[in-house]
């Protein structure tokens, strides 16, 4: 990859130029999908308006519920796990947990039968971050892939922008898994196939962009700010919110066929 040095962001697309220009671009109605795919890396990104209105809402819904089940491709004997980054004490950085939380899970109808037709073998949790914990993420998940024998897993996270127009209007699919943290220099151990031996679909949604970005974007030119400022929109509690919907709506109904969703007002 074409990696420009000192980019602080976790969207690949701003971190490679070349794959931006190689990118695929389909439009579905304002909505921009760039994917670029080649044997073993698959990236798509997702561009889309404001998600607050109703009828742009049931259209990202649409389109991510499309690019997600490729990604997927869900079997039979299949153990999902499905996994949301980030602290829940942190707005911009609780939409992992708070996906987790509307994702339908299905694992412990096992102790008592079969699960009914239509339905995947779906499990989730939320590690919280090591601050909190004191152990290495990655080292939680992979003994729950251990425990749960699970066959994917789905990790869920907030991640960082350099471009305010793409702040909570982008979705990140992707197998090559994640670095929590790596937007903000702040890296933790890799979760992807390479470390965990199982395939890893990282799902990220840019909720936060250094106030270094905007000024520069303003002024055109490179400035110097000593103090590390992230800024996030004013009313990110509810963009977390309507987006927490939309991901775990798009993953329910990929997971489980029979699924019929429960929040259609919004």
């Known amino acids: 990859m074409n990696l420009e040095k000192n980019v602080r962001t976790d969207l690949i697309l701003e971190k490679d130029v070349q794959l931006e220009e190689s990118s695929i671009i389909e439009e579905y109605d304002?909505?921009?999908?760039?994917?670029?795919?080649?044997?073993?890396?698959?990236?798509?990104?997702?561009?889309?308006?404001?998600?607050?209105?109703?009828?742009?809402?049931?259209?990202?819904?649409?389109v991510f519920t499309k690019e997600i089940k490729n990604y997927l491709n869900i079997k039979k004997n299949d153990i999902i796990l499905v996994i949301g980054l980030g602290n829940e004490k942190s707005t911009p950085d609780s939409l992992g947990p708070n996906v987790v939380d509307h994702i339908l899970v299905t694992r412990y109808l096992t102790l008592?039968?079969?699960?009914?037709?239509?339905?995947?073998?779906?499990?989730?949790?939320?590690?919280?971050?090591?601050?909190?914990t004191g152990i290495e993420t990655a080292d939680i998940i992979k003994s729950i892939i251990n425990d749960t024998k699970?066959?994917?897993?789905?990790?869920?996270?907030?991640?960082?922008?350099?471009?305010?127009?793409?702040?909570?209007?982008?979705?990140?699919?992707?197998?090559?898994?994640?670095?929590?943290?790596?937007?903000?220099?702040n890296n933790r151990a890799e979760i992807s196939k390479k470390t965990m031996n199982i395939?890893?679909?990282?799902?990220?949604?840019?909720?936060?962009?250094?106030?270094k970005t905007i000024i520069e974007n303003y002024i055109k030119e490179d400035i110097i700010i000593e103090d590390n400022l992230m800024v996030t929109?004013?009313?990110?509690?509810?963009?977390?919110?309507?987006?927490?919907?939309?991901?775990?709506?798009?993953?329910?109904?990929?997971?489980?066929?029979?699924?019929?969703?429960?929040?259609?007002?919004?």
Do not use: W
Not at 112 to 132: A, K, L, R, T
Not at 157 to 164: E, F, G, S, V, Y
């Open 150 to 185: 699970a066959t994917k897993v789905i990790v869920i996270d907030a991640l960082k922008t350099n471009h305010i127009n793409r702040l909570v209007k982008t979705i990140q699919i992707t197998n090559q898994g994640i670095s929590p943290g790596s937007g903000i220099q």
């Open 30 to 62: 304002q909505i921009k999908v760039m994917k670029n795919q080649n044997k073993e890396n698959h990236y798509t990104t997702i561009l889309f308006p404001d998600i607050t209105e109703k009828e742009n809402y049931q259209k990202v819904l649409k």
């Open 199 to 211: 395939d890893i679909i990282a799902i990220g949604v840019p909720t936060v962009v250094d106030i």
């Open 233 to 266: 929109p004013t009313n990110i509690d509810f963009l977390i919110e309507k987006l927490s919907y939309l991901i775990s709506d798009g993953l329910n109904l990929s997971l489980h066929k029979n699924y019929i969703r429960q929040n259609n007002l919004l």
């Open 112 to 132: 008592f039968g079969e699960i009914e037709e239509g339905y995947s073998n779906v499990c989730s949790f939320i590690p919280d971050v090591m601050g909190n």
